[in-house]
């Protein structure tokens, strides 16, 4: 056992592009010091808390597009999720979600794919009841596509990958950055705005997808917290970072 959580330990510290870009799970806290990692958030708490509120994973089947090191994946089985499939292209992320599942027992409702899913072939035979696919989509030509995509190309793969899911799901959370690749130089809307965002998204999408709801972050008493859409959330806040600007989709599937 301790060996096993030693390994963990190496693979959760492997520096690589998105490495600690997610806290543990409430799960693993018993057998990972926090202390002796370095642990990075992306408000995970705070995004699921929102989720939370349209989503019970309660015996759902449930899809987890580039699942990072587990938060979301591991969070949903602890709240009942019947199973997870759990898509990874990062070896070292999918490898430590594996001996982690092996290490709680939970292997057999979290079964982990190391590989970047092709979003028309992959899973064909299977319904999901969500979709969870975080900061994914903004990677295409970096991560995983064709190298030589132009901008235009990479929004019209965006596009066709969040429509591609909408016969495989009920219900899907979709949050997408603003700058192609993770830089800041190539801005997939051209004034990195969240209004551009939500217009592209909702005409885009509209004959696959119903937008039920947004959830945008805000600060206040020094806490992040996620809060429905409104005149004034939808605002860019330039203080608030890039990451803190991104919305959350909740999606419900026409297909």
Not at 19 to 28: D, F, G, V, W
Not at 122 to 143: A, K, M, Q, T, W
Request: aromatic share 10%; glycine share 6%.
């Amino acid at each position: 056992m301790d060996q096993e959580i030693e390994n963990l330990k190496t693979l959760y510290a492997r520096t690589s592009k998105h490495s600690n870009y997610q806290i543990l799970p409430e799960c693993l806290k018993p057998l990972l010091d926090e202390t002796e990692i370095d642990v990075k958030s992306r408000f995970e708490r705070e995004r699921l808390d929102y989720i939370l509120q349209y989503i019970n994973p309660n015996g759902k089947s449930i899809l987890d597009i580039g699942g990072n090191s587990g938060y979301f994946s591991f969070e949903l089985i602890d709240r009942g999720a019947k199973h997870v499939d759990y898509y990874e292209g990062n070896k070292t992320h999918s490898e430590f979600v594996l001996r982690a599942a092996e290490l709680l027992n939970c292997s057999d409702k979290l079964i982990v794919y190391n590989e970047y899913i092709n979003f028309r072939e992959s899973c064909h035979d299977r319904h999901y009841d969500v979709v969870f696919l975080l900061n994914v989509l903004h990677h295409v030509g970096d991560d995983y596509d064709e190298k030589d995509l132009t901008l235009l190309k990479a929004k019209q793969k965006i596009i066709e990958s969040v429509n591609a899911l909408a016969g495989k799901t009920s219900s899907m959370i979709f949050q997408l950055g603003f700058c192609w690749k993770g830089n800041r130089d190539f801005l997939l809307f051209k004034n990195g705005t969240k209004e551009e965002m939500i217009d592209f998204i909702s005409e885009n999408t509209k004959e696959f997808w119903e937008i039920t709801d947004i959830g945008i972050p805000v600060l206040g008493g020094g806490k992040v917290s996620y809060n429905n859409l409104n005149q004034d959330n939808i605002k860019r806040d330039d203080k608030l970072g890039e990451f803190l600007n991104r919305p959350i989709f909740v999606l419900k599937s026409k297909k």
